[in-house]
Each structure stands twice: as C-alpha cells, then as structure tokens.
C-alpha cells in the first residue's frame, strides 16, 4: 500500500486520532472552564440579591414609617432605632460584596474594611441609614422631605444592585445553557 508498511500506517491513524480527541478534549473543557464562571458568578450574584433583598426591605419600612401619619414620637424613636440598626448591620455585610475602594490620608487610623472610599451602592443605604436616625428625633412635624431622600437613594440603590447582577445578562445565559 504505497510503500507504506502496517506499522506506518497504523501510527498514522493513531495520531490522526489523538489529535481529533485533543481537539474536542479542549473544546470540552473550554466550555465547563465557562460554565465554571457562569456558576460562581450566579452564586455570588445569588448572595448579592439575597443581601440587596434584605435592604429594599429595609428602605421600603423606613420609606413608610417616615410617611406615616399620627403616630407617637416613641414609635418614630423605636422604629429610627431598629431600622437604624438593621441598616448599619446591612452597610458592614455589603462590604463584604462592594468592598471600599482607592485610600485616604486617614485610612492609617482605620480597620481594613473601612480604609478608602465606600462604593456608590453602599451610599445610598448609607442615606438612608441617616435618614431613619433622624427619624428618631422627629415629633409630629413634616417628615415629607425624610421621605423623598429615602425614596430617592431606594430607586439609585436599585440601579446600582441591577448594574451589579445584570438580571438580562443572567437571563441570557440560563437560556443559552438550558440548549445544552
């Protein structure tokens, strides 16, 4: 057969083999390296939502509490305080997701989590952390304007949790990987 002996030829088609398996060896793996990131990428944005969940909770209680009308002082002074906590509380856990970023001249007086500058997203829960402690300081008087900064950082705060998670993004890929 053309010169070629068994052996030869055999080798040949071995090779032509091994390299056929390595070509979709590599197309195999290179598409799990994807689905690897797609995987932890949805799980971590899975924890932002379940934090960014717990805050809209947060925000939307402090935007009705600021809104309500004839209640006590007490009760503004008791819900201020617990919506007060609950959102210094949140603040702390979102750093673990947005940590700060950059430094400042007083970042050597500082713990590590809290050197740099905060990110846009915790400045809006932080907005609304001051607005529900001064919400304890409120008698009968207008609370309207309260109201409108809470409402305001609610709808930021919501942008910025979409920018971070990209729910379209996460809908594309769940489609594209449910063919598979």
Same mark, same amino acid.
């Given at each position: 057969?053309?010169?070629?002996?068994?052996?030869?030829?055999?080798?040949?088609?071995? #090779?032509?083999?091994?390299?056929?398996?390595? #070509?979709?060896?590599?197309?195999?793996?290179?598409?799990?390296?994807?689905?690897?990131?797609?995987?932890?990428?949805? *799980?971590?944005?899975?924890?932002?939502?379940?934090?960014? *969940?717990?805050?809209?909770?947060?925000?939307?209680?402090?935007?009705?509490?600021?809104?309500?009308? *004839?209640?006590?002082?007490?009760?503004?002074?008791?819900?201020?305080?617990?919506?007060?906590? *609950?959102?210094?509380?949140?603040?702390?856990?979102?750093?673990?997701?947005?940590?700060?970023?950059?430094?400042?001249?007083?970042?050597?007086?500082?713990?590590?989590?809290?050197?740099?500058?905060?990110? #846009?997203?915790?400045?809006?829960?932080?907005?609304?952390?001051?607005?529900?402690?001064?919400?304890?300081?409120?008698?009968?008087?207008?609370?309207?304007?309260?109201?409108?900064?809470? #409402?305001?950082?609610?709808?930021?705060?919501?942008?910025?949790?979409?920018?971070?998670?990209?729910?379209?993004?996460?809908?594309?890929?769940?489609?594209?990987?449910?063919?598979?």
């Amino acid at each position: 057969m053309f010169g070629f002996e068994t052996s030869d030829v055999v080798g040949v088609v071995s #090779a032509g083999i091994s390299l056929v398996a390595l #070509a979709i060896n590599l197309l195999i793996t290179r598409r799990q390296t994807r689905i690897s990131f797609e995987t932890l990428k949805f *799980n971590n944005d899975s924890q932002v939502m379940n934090w960014a *969940n717990r805050v809209v909770v947060a925000m939307s209680e402090a935007l009705h509490v600021s809104g309500a009308t *004839n209640v006590s002082a007490a009760f503004l002074h008791e819900r201020g305080l617990s919506l007060s906590t *609950n959102l210094s509380a949140l603040i702390d856990e979102g750093r673990w997701f947005f940590p700060n970023t950059g430094s400042r001249s007083t970042d050597g007086e500082k713990p590590g989590a809290y050197r740099g500058s905060r990110q #846009a997203i915790l400045d809006h829960v932080f907005v609304v952390y001051q607005c529900a402690s001064e919400l304890q300081q409120f008698g009968d008087g207008s609370r309207e304007a309260l109201a409108g900064r809470i #409402a305001e950082a609610k709808r930021h705060f919501v942008t910025e949790v979409q920018h971070a998670v990209d729910p379209r993004r996460r809908a594309w890929v769940m489609d594209r990987f449910r063919k598979y």
